[in-house]
T-cell receptor, first 110, second 115 residues
Framework: DAGITQSPRYKITETGRQVTLMCHQT?????MFWYRQDLGHGLRLIYY???????DKGEVPDGYVVSRSKTENFPLTLESATRSQTSVYFC?????????FGPGTRLTVT | DQQVKQNSPSLSVQEGRISILNCDYT??????FLWYKKYPAEGPTFLIS?????DKNEDGRFTVFLNKSAKHLSLHIVPSQPGDSAVYFC??????????????FGKGTKLSVKP
C-alpha cells in the first residue's frame, strides 16, 4: 500500500548507544521531515530534506544525524542516545503544502 | 517564543453540538495554515487547510476560518461526533520551498466529545 511507514514502532535502548529510526515513503515526495513530540511541546522539527542528498537542520537537531541517499528513505540516527531523547518520533513527507505523517516510533532511553 | 499558540489544552463538547478549536499566530509572513487530528499511538492526520488569500474553507463537517487582521484561525466541527475525540494541532508555514515550507505547530487541544 502507498504511504509512509516507520520502524521500529517501539524501541528501548540504553544511554550512549547508537539508534537508527527508519522512515520509508512510497509517494516519491521530494520533501521529508523528522519531528519529535513531547508533552507540553507539540511537534518540533528535528531535520528536513528537500531531496535526496539535501538535508538541513530544524528547530532541535542536536544529537541527531540524518541521511537521504534515496528519495524514499530518510533514516534518523541518534549517535549516542541520552535520556532527554526519550520521545515519540514522527516522520513526514510533503505534497505541495501538506505534510503526511507516519505512525511514529516511541523511543525510550534508559 | 511560540509563533503558533493553542491556548486551550482541552475542550469538552456534547455529541451533536458544535466544537470550536482556536489558534493564534504571531508571524505575519505565515501564508498557509493546516489542522491535524491525532489519535493516541497514531501519527497526525491531515484534516483541512486554508491559504491566506481565503477566509474560509469547508470540507464536510469541518470548516476553518481565518482572520488575518487578528492573526487568528479556528476550526469548527458540526455536528461533533464521539469519533472526533482526539488531539487537534494547528500548524502554519510561510512560503514554499527550502525551510519556508516547514510547518510550525501549536501544542495541541484535546477534544472530548461526550455521547
Amino acid at each position: 500500500d502507498a504511504g509512509i511507514t516507520q520502524s521500529p514502532r517501539y524501541k528501548i535502548t540504553e544511554t550512549g548507544r547508537q539508534v537508527t529510526l527508519m522512515c520509508h515513503q512510497t509517494w516519491s515526495h521530494s520533501y521529508m521531515f523528522w519531528y519529535r513530540q513531547d508533552l507540553g511541546h507539540g511537534l518540533r522539527l528535528i531535520y528536513y530534506s528537500a531531496a535526496a542528498d539535501i538535508t538541513d537542520k530544524g528547530e532541535v537537531p542536536d544529537g541527531y544525524v540524518v541521511s537521504r541517499s534515496k528519495t524514499e528513505n530518510f533514516p534518523l540516527t541518534l549517535e549516542s542516545a541520552t535520556r532527554s531523547q526519550t520521545s515519540v518520533y514522527f516522520c513526514a513527507s510533503m505534497r505541495v503544502r501538506e505534510q503526511y505523517f507516519g505512525p511514529g516510533t516511541r523511543l525510550t532511553v534508559t | 517564543d511560540q509563533q503558533v499558540k493553542q491556548n486551550s489544552p482541552s475542550l469538552s463538547v456534547q455529541e451533536g453540538r458544535i466544537s470550536i478549536l482556536n489558534c493564534d499566530y504571531t508571524n505575519s509572513m505565515f501564508d498557509y495554515f493546516l489542522w491535524y487530528k491525532k489519535y493516541p499511538a497514531e501519527g497526525p492526520t491531515f484534516l483541512i487547510s486554508i491559504s491566506s488569500i481565503k477566509d474560509k474553507n469547508e470540507d464536510g463537517r469541518f470548516t476553518v476560518f481565518l482572520n488575518k487582521s487578528a492573526k487568528h484561525l479556528s476550526l469548527h466541527i458540526v455536528p461533533s461526533q464521539p469519533g472526533d475525540s482526539a488531539v487537534y494541532f494547528c500548524a502554519a508555514s510561510e512560503g514554499y520551498g527550502g525551510s519556508q515550507g516547514n510547518l510550525i505547530f501549536g501544542k495541541g487541544t484535546k477534544l472530548s466529545v461526550k455521547p
